[in-house]
C-alpha cells in the first residue's frame, strides 16, 4: 500500500486520514519529518496561517500562526518536490506550496465572509470555476459547489504554479503544476466525502482517489 506523510497528529486530522484510507493510502501522521522519508507523497493539511515574513509581508491580519510547522513544511515541499513526488495542498496546504515556492498571501480576502468559516455557520459554500482542460473540470465540469473555510487566500503565483480553478468573487481556489505532480485546493474536499458527505457539495472523494491515481 501506498504512504502518505502528513506534518501533523492522527487525534487532530482523523478526517484526512479516513480520506486517505478509503483511497488506499496509508497515512503517516507525525511531527518528525524523518517519518516522510520512505512515503511516496505529502499531504498539506489545513490550519493555521503562515507567517507573513515567508512570503514577503509585515503581518496585517494573520493569526494563529504555527513557526515551526511553516519551517517542516517549506522543507517538506523542497524534498518532495526534489524527489518527484506528488503533493496535494489543502487550504493552509495550498498557501504554503505558493509561498514556499516564491508566491506571495493575501492576509485579508476583501471577500472573506463569503469564504471564512465561523463559529454560527461552520463552512461556508460557494461555487467554483474550473479551468477547462484542468484536472477539476475532468473530475467535476466546470463549475461546481464546494465548501470553504478560509480568510486568506493566494496572492502572486509562484513560478511554475497555474490556477486550476477560481470562486466568482476572483478568489483562486485551485493551482497546480501537473508536470511535478502538484496539486492544491482552497477547499476542504475531506470534509466533503464519507460519513462527513454535504448535500450542498461534491462529493471531495474523487480528489483523494486521484491523489492515489499520482503515487
Known sequence: MKTVYAYATMEKQSNYAEALTACGIKPVFSLDIKDASNCQGLLLCGGGDIEPHRYGQENAGSKNLEPLRDEMEFQLVKD????????????????????????????GLPTAPTHAWEESTGDKQHLVQAQENSFLCELYGREF??????????????????????????????????????????WHPERMMLARRREDTVDGAPIFQFFAGLL
Open 80 to 107: 518532495f518536490l526534489g524527489a518527484g513526488l506528488p503533493i496535494l495542498g489543502i487550504c493552509r496546504g495550498l498557501q504554503v506550496l505558493n509561498a514556499a515556492l516564491g508566491g506571495t498571501l493575501i492576509q
Open 145 to 186: 459547489p464546494v465548501n470553504s473555510a478560509h480568510h486568506q487566500g493566494a496572492g502572486q503565483i509562484a513560478p511554475g504554479l497555474q490556477i486550476a480553478a477560481q470562486a466568482p468573487d476572483g478568489v483562486i481556489e485551485a493551482l497546480c503544476c501537473p508536470e511535478k505532480k502538484v496539486y492544491a485546493l482552497q
